[in-house]
């Protein structure tokens, strides 16, 4: 092996090998600090050995990023056509330089994640900040500005904060197709290699089989493809639109033709495991995810936090963000679970002590045919009768259903995933709608829960205007 080459023992990708560069990205603070944040927050007083942080995820994201890079961009696996709309893959010296940069991106891609990853992102960050904007701000920061200097050739910060945050988190950049690709390896909705990395590290850690499927076939299939005519491109849609009311079928199907896209699709033979992909999405949200147990820990975290950080909310200051990680809070949790005094306290006792709040009511088809509202009629009605310090709520949708890519048939047309498989069109999307009692009022209002329940769910005026 080169000397100036480096392995890191894997439990998940067995090896992951950086060059003398990119090991320089892993010693930097921010990424160093990926130690210190477990990814999947308080899940380890659940799952005692989810205990795995965002600096190993980020490696393995690193390396199959790589690895689905080097098959989409393989002269053997580019039709003459993408070669036409993505020049870049004939160029070797940009080919190189972009796969450097999405080896970079991808490591640095969760260096803005806040302390116990997503459990307090939505509430305790000024308005219009989340953690890719701490990630954008990082790699654009003088500190690692020094490192991208240091590269051969030098990297484009810019770029690199295209690749690790996506379209959909820089939308005042602009992206060209090529670079849109790429993103889409790390970060897309159907074949991000985040998601293919926390999925199989997330079950391997866990115990569990439910995230497991086979990536190695996955990855070997996956193509750079036209978007399929029928497919849900927005583009394409606009387009059917304008020419069915303006022009004749010609200029539709031309028009049509102009507007496909490119997008990271799959060759028929790994239609399979696509679906184990997106079936093991479903199944771990259902059983891990959104279990309860974990659910309201993160409530209780989030709660702690409003009273323990000043001003109530993380600081965007990228020297405060750095020196912020799970140890802090954790030693903080520690001291303020046993002094009733610090401000925090009975939030930080149920976190510490194990006296989390308990599943009271969890909607079910029953009360949805009644009420679509169901969920939120009891809380209100428990928060009325007994206080609202003592119940919590938590309803959440899984963002996104299946999505919709090409398919390459063996016979070279291209065709819409959702149209090819039945078992894409029907994956469900998970939603939860918790109501959470504390134990002290558990009892007493699972009986009142029970007596007055029939007329609670029964839709007010108010319920099916909202409805």
């Known amino acids: 092996m080169p000397k100036n080459i480096h392995e890191i023992r894997d439990p998940v990708h067995a090896f992951v090998r950086l060059d003398s560069h990119e090991r320089g990205v892993l010693n930097s603070r921010p990424f160093q600090r990926l130690r210190h944040i477990h990814q ?7 799952y005692p050995a989810a205990t795995h942080k965002r600096f190993e995820h980020s490696l393995g994201v690193m390396e199959l990023a790589s690895r689905v890079f080097d098959v989409v961009t393989t002269p053997g696996n580019v039709t003459d056509e993408i070669r036409r709309r993505l020049p870049q893959l004939e160029r070797e010296d940009e080919r190189r330089y972009w ?5 970079v991106a991808a490591l640095c891609h969760d260096v803005g994640h806040l302390p116990f990853s997503h459990a307090a992102e939505t509430t305790l960050l000024p308005e219009g900040w989340h953690h890719e904007r701490l990630t954008r701000e990082i790699i654009l920061s003088d500190e690692m500005e020094s490192i991208w200097e240091m590269i051969t050739p030098p990297l484009r910060p810019e770029d690199i904060v295209k690749l690790a945050i996506g379209p959909k988190k820089a939308r005042d950049m602009e992206f060209s197709d090529w670079e849109t690709i790429l993103a ?26 439910y995230g497991r499927f086979d990536h190695y076939r996955l990855i070997d299939t996956l193509r750079i493809l036209p978007s399929p005519p029928s497919g849900r491109n927005d583009e394409v849609r606009q387009t059917q639109r304008g020419t069915e009311e303006h022009g004749t079928r010609e200029a539709e199907v031309g028009q049509e033709e102009e507007a496909r896209c490119v997008e990271l699709g799959i060759e028929e033979g790994g239609i399979h ?47 405060q963000h750095l020196k912020m990680t799970d140890n802090e809070i954790t030693a903080a949790l520690l001291e303020v679970a046993f002094d009733p005094s610090k401000a925090g306290y ?11 709040f308990k599943v009271i009511y969890q909607r079910n088809p029953n009360d949805i045919n009644i009420n679509p509202e169901a969920g939120s009629a009891v809380y209100r009605a428990l928060t009325s009768r007994f206080g609202e310090e003592h119940f919590r709520c938590d309803r959440c949708v899984q963002k996104g259903g299946a999505p919709d890519f090409p398919v390459q048939l063996r016979d070279g047309q291209i065709v819409s995933s959702l149209a090819l498989s039945e078992t ?39 319920d099916e205007r909202n409805g």
């Open 184 to 209: 889409e390896i790390i970060v897309g909705d159907a074949f991000g290699v985040d998601r293919m990395d926390y999925l199989l590290r997330d079950s391997h850690h866990l115990g569990v089989a």
């Open 40 to 46: 999947l927050g308080l899940t380890y007083l659940l």
């Open 424 to 462: 894409l069109k029907n994956v469900p999307i998970v939603s939860i709608d918790f109501v959470f009692s504390s134990r002290e009022k558990y009892e007493e209002a699972s009986r009142w829960l029970e007596e007055h329940r029939a007329e609670i769910i029964r839709p007010t005026r108010e």
């Open 346 to 356: 009975e939030h930080a006792r149920r976190i510490v002590q194990r006296q989390h």
């Open 99 to 103: 796969r450097r940069i999405i080896r």
């Open 273 to 319: 495991s696509a679906e184990a992909l997106l079936l093991a999405r479903y199944f771990m949200y259902t059983q891990v995810y959104f279990h309860p147990v974990r659910r309201v820990y993160d409530i209780h975290l989030q709660d702690f936090l409003k009273a323990w950080l000043s001003d109530r909310l993380f600081s965007t200051n990228l020297e």
